[in-house]
T-cell receptor, first 110, second 113 residues
């Protein structure tokens, strides 16, 4: 079954510390993986996608097909990174259907 | 990018009534979706809104409970029918154009008493 797992509901780190938000997936095919972010009182928005291989706001994520993971990383957390982060998967026969993880709330402490 | 206007932003409804949520996009989009996000849970796809035809529902969701319309490429409605407290949730409209990136509306927070 297709599934996205985010094992941590809440992750608290101090400002300047490294951050890693975990995401594992289960998918029988070639998935496309995304990270979406929701800041307080804002709508859900795309942070990055694996095919772009880009860094957004200092965040990166590498698709590891062997470990079926797509962890989100940032070397130095900032207070404005505090938000809800969702890992998502698509690639379902071109239907553009997305499967979302349960989300991880990141709190960056001063 | 697509700008999505979703309304109402929130509502409190009585058990047994129905609520229609509107989603308006500022440009023509390929796909429109309706998601539900229950407290503490992930986003669950309710259905894909198809222009000019019946929506495609996911397992566990039926047209009688969640009728959906999409009369054109920029507008869709989701109705939550015969509501019960279990329907209390955030309902999200989302769209994608040709690059498969999803854009989301601001959501409708529904509380059913």
């Amino acid at each position: 079954a297709q599934r996205v797992t985010q094992p941590e509901k809440l992750l608290s780190v101090f400002k300047g510390a490294p951050v890693e938000l975990k995401c594992n997936y289960s998918y029988s095919g070639s998935p496309e993986l995304f990270w979406y972010v929701q800041y307080s009182r804002q709508r859900l928005q795309l942070l990055l996608r694996h095919i772009s291989r880009e860094s957004i706001k200092g965040f990166t994520a590498d698709l590891n097909k062997g470990e079926t993971s797509f962890h989100l990383k940032k070397p130095f957390a900032q207070e404005e990174d505090s938000a809800m982060y969702y890992c998502a998967l698509t690639g379902l026969s071109g239907t553009y259907k997305y499967i979302f993880g349960t989300g991880t709330r990141l709190k960056v402490l001063a | 990018s697509a700008v999505i206007s979703q309304k109402p932003s929130r509502d409190i409804c009585q058990r047994g009534t129905s609520l229609t949520i509107q989603c308006q996009v500022d440009s023509q989009v390929t796909m429109m979706f309706w998601y539900r996000q229950q407290p503490g849970q992930s986003l669950t796809l309710i259905a894909t809104a198809n222009q000019g035809s019946e929506a495609t529902y996911e397992s566990g969701f039926v047209i009688d409970k969640f009728p959906i319309s999409r009369p054109n490429l920029t507008f869709s409605t989701l109705t939550v029918s015969n509501m019960s407290p279990e329907d209390s949730s955030i309902y999200l409209c989302s769209v994608t154009a040709t690059n498969e990136k999803l854009f989301f509306g601001s959501g409708t927070q529904l509380s059913v008493l």
